[in-house]
Nanobody, 125 residues
């Protein structure tokens, strides 16, 4: 079992930045790849970024490339999502998730085994 707790969300103006954190406890964090997803009101959970177990491989949704940076610190059992140049369409609840089907993960929520409770990001225009 892994418990995940996100933090760092908030209300920001368009063009601003946020750094989301995902603190893991339980089993060894480095055993899992990690992903970040966003869920906007009335919409399905949408893939944003993923990072491999070691942190050596990352992948982003096209709409966030160049603005989002995913990272992890396995020594601290914590993952991060740096979000720059925020846009109103980035608004939603951001979830981190981890999985163990291979080393790299995917953009599919079904490939992730454990999820945090989410942190709200609201971007005003």
């Amino acid at each position: 079992q892994v418990q995940l707790v996100e933090s760092g969300g908030g209300l920001v103006q368009a063009g601003g930045s946020l750094r989301l954190s995902c603190a893991a406890s339980g089993r060894t964090f480095s055993s899992y790849y990690m992903g970040w997803f966003r869920q906007a009101p009335g919409k399905e959970r949408e893939f944003r970024a993923r990072i491999s177990r070691t942190g050596g491989s990352t992948y982003y949704a096209d709409s966030v490339k160049g603005r989002f940076t995913i990272s992890r610190d396995n020594a601290k059992n914590t993952g991060y999502l740096q979000i720059n140049s925020l846009k109103p369409e980035d608004t939603g609840v951001y979830y981190c998730a981890v999985g163990s089907r291979g080393s790299y993960g995917s953009g599919w929520p079904s490939d992730y085994d454990y999820w945090g409770q989410g942190t709200q990001v609201t971007v005003s225009s």
